[in-house]
């Protein structure tokens, strides 16, 4: 059943922001890998623009490496009034999955969930993909980014091309079907939040986005829904960052 267009207030964020950050070190031997800046800001604030944007105030984040830098940061986001932030803090870190079967019951059945991967930088535009998931019928939606090597990222083949039902998802697959690569967002119903939690997974490229196949949307990230995605997750890749970002954010 679709659902009719609504603002915002009722939807339950998790920011992942758990990950270690190898690939960066020796940035993240001392600094929490969301904490990274990126022109100046911490990688978070970005995603916290975005939220802000969008009317989005009820925020999970998950912490493990130097949860205390990541504890700092949300108590000055709760202290501005704007967000409602929370944190859960994993001692050995659950896998993508199962931080959402840690906090089931974070989403209430009446609203609905964002999940965003913290590690990509992105000027998404949350309202217009949550309208895109609104727009369909099937409880799931995930962004897509065209990648330049498919077979190192989740690819989804879509009926449609850039937009419209999910045919197909493999992680890393040997021999790609497509170039649409597992942006790292996805928005759901809570009955889907819910659903997903009682799966017990670990990794939700591997063990939860096969399963949703025939019952989840995707849309890439272009026109209106946004223009720039980049996991910063190398050395390279938060250089290119640094530079991407005084352009893409300077408006």
Known sequence: MKREPRDNSDVHVLLTAAGIGSRLRPITDTLAKCLVPIAGRPLLDYWFDALRKAGIREVL??????????????????ATGLFRVRETYEPT????????????DFVPIDSEALIIYSDN???????????????HADPFTMLLF??????????AEVDG????????????????????????VYAMTAECWHEIASWKAFDIGFDVLPR????MHAVEIAEEIGSYHRDIGTHESLAIANTD???VFSH
């Not at 659950?94 to 089931?104: F, P, R, V, Y």
């Open 61 to 78: 984040i998950n912490t493990h490496h130097l949860p205390e830098q990541v504890r700092d940061y949300i108590a000055a986001k709760n």
């Open 93 to 104: 870190l659950l896998g993508s999955a199962g931080t959402i079967t840690a906090n089931k």
């Open 121 to 135: 930088l992105s000027d998404l535009n949350l309202s217009a993909f949550l309208d895109y998931h609104r727009s």
């Open 146 to 155: 065209r990648a330049q090597f498919p077979e190192k990222s989740g690819i």
């Open 161 to 184: 091309g850039a937009r419209g039902k999910v045919l197909s998802f493999v992680e890393k697959p040997k021999h790609p079907k497509s170039n649409l690569a597992n942006a790292g």
């Open 212 to 215: 949703l196949v025939g019952r």
């Open 245 to 247: 970002a005084q352009r």
